[in-house]
């Protein structure tokens, strides 16, 4: 979609902008083991914004014959708005596109196929387990144009699976686990049946566990979840309203040397990278932690005047709505311990898989309390077998100030590249 911005525009506006998209989506469902929906839909739409008088005005359509009243509406509703004195960019490049040709070979017959087989290779080694699988794909365009001149566009793709399973011993309570992928076009996914079965394995045996202050080692699953009480404080969002741990820190040294969190949204053949932001920003890489210091915050142009900060690009809206802070891949770096190896740090600790009731935690203070959904014991460097009714406590940022290790290796989670974490001792309660 292409807008000619001299269009009903106010005289008075200072300054306006115009973000068009368009996308095909399909999705597939299957639920206990069987197939359960497919959907396919397409969607289009702009949204315009105009700054008046020092005020922003916001309207959008999916009908490009009513850009005028549109236009007309959102130059009312500008005098509602908060005053905002940053100005746009006048120029973006589209350096690449997160986008793969290979999106166009999808095949909705294949996917189901897949699930199927998936489904399958589970059954096979477990008959009575039940799973939910879902396969979604998208395709589209992102397009911005603002009255500095800026005139850009880009294509966008998306592939993601995402699968969970139940299996339920004969002596022993239900055992869940899950994994997921996502990438810019169709893959395959049936490795990770052999990655479920083995979570499985690992935990048909319950053994016994004491409470006390033990080591503890999150995968990257579990990880990315504690990191997300760390990352809600790094968006400027949270910072201006004062209820980031973070505010009036930049600058300070908060974590362990071996700490270090990007924001990297050029980051090849991931769906969730961007040449430009949805205010037309250009797109960097960025530390928001570097070595335990305080860098960055992820920001729009909005919070970024408001902090006095810079905007890094990494502001994202849809047509419908107005721009928000928004991470794009976050990344940790490993360490120099292999994963093998870091079980075998402690002669007995236990290993996270996932968490029940973290999203309980005090982001502010960092305190958490959480149990344990799926974990391990881990005794002289090998699984022993699973802990089951225990919980872990702490202070998130009082742990990541201590002796911590990561493994060599990382893993995809969602849109974050993450490493397992070695923590020296956590409060755990069996």
Same mark, same amino acid.
């Given at each position: 979609?292409?807008?000619?911005?001299?269009?009903?525009?106010?005289?008075?506006?200072?300054?306006?902008?115009?973000?068009?998209?368009?996308?095909?989506?399909?999705?597939?469902?299957?639920?206990?083991?069987? *197939?359960?929906?497919?959907?396919?839909?397409?969607?289009?739409?702009?949204?315009?914004?105009?700054?008046?008088?020092?005020? +922003?005005?916001?309207?959008?359509?999916?009908?490009?014959?009513?850009?005028?009243?549109?236009?007309?509406?959102?130059?009312?509703?500008?005098?509602?708005?908060?005053?905002?004195?940053?100005?746009?960019?006048?120029?973006?490049?589209?350096?690449?596109?997160?986008?793969?040709?290979?999106?166009?070979?999808?095949?909705?017959?294949?996917?189901?196929?897949?699930?199927?087989?998936?489904?399958?290779?589970?059954?096979?080694?477990?008959?009575?387990?039940?799973?939910?699988?879902?396969?979604?794909? =998208?395709?589209?365009? +992102?397009?911005?144009?603002?009255?500095?001149?800026?005139?850009?566009?880009?294509?966008?793709?998306?592939? @993601?699976?995402?699968?969970?399973? +139940?299996?339920?011993?004969?002596?022993?309570?239900?055992? #869940?686990?899950?994994?997921? *992928?996502?990438?810019?076009?169709?893959?395959?996914?049936?490795?990770?049946?052999?990655?479920?079965?083995?979570?499985?394995?690992?935990?048909?045996?319950?053994?016994?566990?004491?409470?006390?202050? &033990?080591?503890?080692?999150?995968?990257?699953?579990?990880?990315?979840?504690?990191?997300?009480?760390?990352?809600?404080?790094?968006?400027?969002?949270?910072?201006?309203?004062?209820?980031?741990?973070?505010?009036?820190?930049?600058?300070?040294?908060?974590?362990?040397?071996?700490?270090?969190?990007?924001?990297?949204?050029?980051?090849?053949?991931?769906?969730? =990278?961007?040449?430009? #932001?949805?205010?037309?920003?250009?797109?960097?890489?960025?530390?928001?932690?570097?070595?335990?210091?305080?860098?960055?915050?992820?920001?729009?142009?909005?919070?970024?005047?408001? &902090?006095?900060?810079?905007?890094?690009?990494?502001?994202?809206?849809?047509?419908?709505?107005?721009?928000?802070?928004?991470?794009?891949?976050?990344?940790?770096?490993? @360490?120099?311990?292999?994963?093998?190896?870091?079980?075998?740090?402690?002669?007995?600790?236990?290993?996270?898989?996932?968490?029940?009731?973290?999203?309980?935690?005090?982001?502010?203070?960092?305190?958490?309390?959480?149990?344990?959904?799926?974990?391990?014991?881990?005794?002289?460097?090998?699984?022993?077998?699973?802990?089951?009714?225990?919980?872990?406590?702490?202070?998130?940022?009082?742990?990541?100030?201590?002796?911590?290790?990561?493994?060599?290796?990382?893993?995809?989670?969602?849109?974050? *590249?993450?490493?397992?974490?070695?923590?020296?001792?956590?409060?755990?309660?069996?």
């Amino acid at each position: 979609m292409k807008n000619d911005l001299s269009l009903h525009i106010p005289a008075n506006a200072r300054w306006h902008d115009i973000l068009s998209t368009e996308s095909k989506s399909s999705s597939i469902s299957f639920k206990n083991n069987r *197939l359960h929906g497919i959907n396919e839909k397409e969607n289009s739409g702009m949204g315009i914004r105009l700054n008046i008088d020092g005020k +922003t005005g916001f309207s959008y359509t999916n009908d490009p014959d009513r850009m005028a009243e549109v236009t007309g509406r959102a130059a009312e509703l500008a005098a509602f708005g908060d005053p905002e004195g940053y100005d746009l960019p006048k120029k973006a490049e589209v350096t690449f596109e997160p986008y793969d040709e290979a999106i166009n070979s999808y095949s909705t017959a294949a996917e189901i196929e897949k699930g199927h087989e998936m489904i399958a290779l589970l059954k096979d080694r477990y008959p009575d387990i039940h799973a939910d699988l879902s396969i979604s794909v =998208s395709s589209g365009k +992102t397009r911005l144009e603002n009255s500095h001149g800026l005139a850009e566009e880009y294509r966008n793709s998306y592939y @993601g699976f995402s699968i969970s399973a +139940t299996y339920i011993p004969r002596e022993g309570s239900k055992i #869940d686990v899950w994994d997921s *992928l996502s990438a810019p076009s169709s893959q395959s996914f049936s490795h990770l049946a052999s990655v479920l079965i083995e979570k499985i394995e690992k935990a048909e045996v319950a053994v016994p566990s004491e409470s006390g202050r &033990l080591p503890v080692i999150v995968t990257p699953r579990a990880f990315g979840r504690l990191l997300g009480i760390v990352a809600s404080g790094l968006d400027a969002r949270a910072v201006f309203k004062g209820i980031s741990p973070f505010k009036d820190k930049m600058g300070e040294k908060l974590f362990h040397d071996s700490f270090t969190i990007s924001d990297n949204p050029l980051l090849k053949n991931s769906p969730f =990278s961007f040449p430009f #932001d949805d205010e037309g920003v250009m797109a960097r890489n960025k530390d928001l932690i570097s070595g335990g210091i305080l860098q960055n915050f992820v920001t729009d142009l909005k919070h970024a005047e408001r &902090l006095g900060i810079e905007a890094l690009g990494n502001a994202s809206r849809g047509y419908a709505s107005l721009p928000a802070p928004s991470f794009s891949n976050i990344m940790v770096p490993g @360490g120099t311990i292999p994963y093998k190896k870091l079980l075998k740090e402690a002669p007995r600790a236990v290993l996270i898989e996932s968490f029940i009731g973290l999203g309980q935690s005090n982001t502010l203070t960092g305190e958490f309390s959480a149990n344990l959904d799926l974990a391990y014991l881990v005794e002289n460097g090998e699984i022993s077998g699973r802990v089951k009714d225990c919980m872990v406590k702490g202070n998130l940022f009082e742990l990541l100030k201590d002796d911590i290790a990561f493994s060599q290796e990382r893993e995809q989670v969602g849109s974050s *590249l993450l490493p397992a974490l070695y923590f020296p001792a956590i409060d755990y309660t069996a």
